[in-house]
């Protein structure tokens, strides 16, 4: 029988060959989640079960943004499987239910029902704006902006998936700039650094390029506005003022002359009513900003 340590260096040899979160899979095999859910194809259905025989894949097919999806949960628990692919594709999904057994922190299983009772569980920047606003600070750890499967499904985000694969300046698939996949309370929620933790240390120890690259992204500096617009930076924070040297990769769609401007600075402040930008002092345009949450900057950098 396999031991958890070869089942893990398989599954990091295997499934960047498919179109499966890598963090995510070895979660599951490691015992850090219980159940996952994912859009399956027939032949990455053969690959698990061929590979890994002790998995229960339980699949239905389900409507997601007007079209037909073959949903699938896995779980080493053949029961819990398929209790959470039938309250994924049952009428009125449950969604405390489902946080639950994807073994999501209750706080943030609770904070994402609270948008959901106001009708705001895709206003991403309310939602990113309120957790930054209730956190200390943020831990790139629960960086989750980058969490680019949770853009699937409307023209919009298909068409911005789609520039992303031209986009030949990410070094590994756009689907690993995570370790987590929740979206947190706040950007300093124990629970989710916890769980971002052991998944670091998955990744650390059987994908170490695809740790070394997802850390250096996710921990740096983050302009935001919405999730198919925001703007990552080699920077740092300061007394309020964004110093940087460049832009990074994967890179968004920001207006082209915003991005412009951005590409010619160094410097940027962010008020309530306005983002500035500078080069050194002097200063290169002033965006006006419609709400305090159109535009503000979330600083994952490991000194903060």
């Known amino acids: 029988m396999n031991t958890i340590k070869e089942k893990l260096k398989k599954a990091a040899a295997i499934i960047p060959d498919t179109d499966l979160i890598l963090q995510e899979f070895l979660a599951l095999i490691a ?21 890994f025989p002790e998995l229960n894949i339980a699949c239905r097919d389900k409507i997601i943004c007007g079209k037909r999806s073959h949903a699938c949960a896995l779980s080493y628990n053949e029961s819990l499987a398929q209790k959470t692919i039938d309250s994924f594709c ?10 639950d057994l994807l073994g999501y922190p209750k706080c943030c299983v ?33 960086n989750n902006l980058l969490n680019f499967s949770t853009r699937v499904g409307d023209k919009k ?34 629970e989710s650094i916890k769980i971002g933790k052991e998944i670091d240390s998955l990744l650390k120890e059987y994908a170490p390029k695809v740790e070394k690259i997802v850390k ?17 930076f080699e920077g740092y924070l300061k007394e309020g003022v964004l110093y940087y040297q460049k ?38 345009f002033v965006y006006q900003k419609k709400s305090e949450a159109d535009g503000f900057i979330l600083d994952f950098s490991e000194s903060n």
């Open 31 to 51: 015992g850090i989640k219980p159940v996952m859910i994912y859009q399956l194809n027939p032949n990455e259905i053969s690959l698990i079960k061929t590979n």
């Open 90 to 99: 049952g009428e009125g999904s449950k969604w405390q239910l489902l946080g």
């Open 110 to 142: 609770e904070s994402h029902l609270r948008y959901c009772g106001q009708s705001k569980q895709l206003d991403s920047p309310l939602i990113t704006y309120q957790a930054y606003k209730s956190s200390k600070k943020c831990n790139f750890l629960v």
């Open 157 to 190: 985000s298909n068409d911005f998936l789609h520039y992303l694969q031209l986009n030949k300046n990410l070094p590994i698939p756009y689907r690993y700039f995570q370790f987590i996949s929740h979206d947190p309370c706040r950007y300093d929620c124990q």
């Open 216 to 232: 250096y992204t996710l921990s740096k500096p983050i302009l935001f506005f919405d999730l198919f617009k925001l703007v990552i």
């Open 247 to 284: 832009i990074i990769p994967p890179f968004f769609l920001v207006d082209n002359s915003l991005m412009e401007k951005i590409e010619s600075g160094n410097r940027i402040i962010v008020d309530n009513k306005k983002i500035e930008i500078l080069k050194d002092d002097s200063t290169l």
